[in-house]
């Protein structure tokens, strides 16, 4: 069964500090992996998007890791700021149709919490 | 403002009544698509166009749901005699071809 899942589920760290979230998925075959940052009653934000020859995606102080043999992938946020605090979503898409955005699969998200 | 924008934000609305939301894609994307988010769960896939077809409908999408992309820009999804359980926030998203997708901030229907 396709499945991504997400961890830890909640993170609590304080401003200016370093963290890092993990994805591990289990969608074959596979298309591209995707970070979104999601607030509460807001829709995604794209944060990076690889395929799988891709190894790493950087957006300003988030940074993405992908290893596709062990179907793996982390989300590192560096710096962290108050307004880092949102659920952050990995999604899958599988290849499937084409892999287009109607076959995605998505994680139940890490919940982070900067603190002052 | 180049994003994904979606009209209203937020609808109250009674147990039975029609309502009809709008979504605007970023101009030059030919996909958009129509999704459903409840709490704490991801967003599940309801429909999509490429330009005006509408290619795929999700089993989700009952008789009482329709959406139309008349000139291949903006798109509205209406549902009709709407239910409780319809309640949920609904995403639009949009892509170039099947590049990744932006969604907009999402229209939260409450039906009460």
């Known amino acids: 069964k396709n499945q991504v899942e997400q961890s830890p589920q909640s993170l609590i760290i304080l401003e200016g500090k370093n963290c890092t979230l993990q994805c591990n998925y289990t969608v074959s075959p596979f298309s591209n992996l995707r970070w979104y940052k999601q607030d509460t009653g807001r829709g995604p934000v794209s944060l990076t998007i690889m395929t799988f020859s891709e190894n790493t995606k950087s957006n300003g102080r988030y940074t993405a890791t992908l290893d596709a043999d062990t179907k793996q992938s982390s989300l590192h946020i560096t710096a962290s700021q108050l307004s880092d605090s949102a659920s952050y979503i990995c999604?899958?898409?599988?290849?499937?149709?084409?892999?287009?955005?109607?076959?995605?699969?998505w994680g139940l998200g890490t919940s982070l919490a900067v603190n002052p | 403002d180049t994003g994904v924008s979606q009209d209203p934000r937020h609808k109250i609305t009674k147990r039975g009544q029609n309502v009809t939301f709008r979504c605007d894609p970023i101009?030059?994307?030919?996909?958009l698509y129509w999704y459903r988010q409840t709490l704490g769960q991801g967003p599940e896939f309801l429909t999509y166009?490429?330009?005006?077809?509408?290619?795929?409908k999700s089993r989700l999408l009952s008789d009482r749901f329709s959406a139309e992309r008349p000139k291949g820009s903006f798109s509205t999804l209406e549902i009709q005699r709407t239910e409780q359980g319809d309640s949920a926030m609904y995403l639009c998203?949009?892509?170039?071809?099947?590049?990744?997708?932006?969604f907009g901030p999402g229209t939260r229907l409450t039906v009460t």
């Open positions: 101009s030059e994307h030919n996909r």
């Open positions: 166009f490429q330009n005006e077809a509408q290619l795929e």
């Open positions: 998203a949009s892509s170039l071809e099947d590049r990744g997708a932006y």
């Open positions: 999604v899958v898409s599988d290849t499937n149709g084409g892999g287009n955005n109607r076959k995605l699969i």
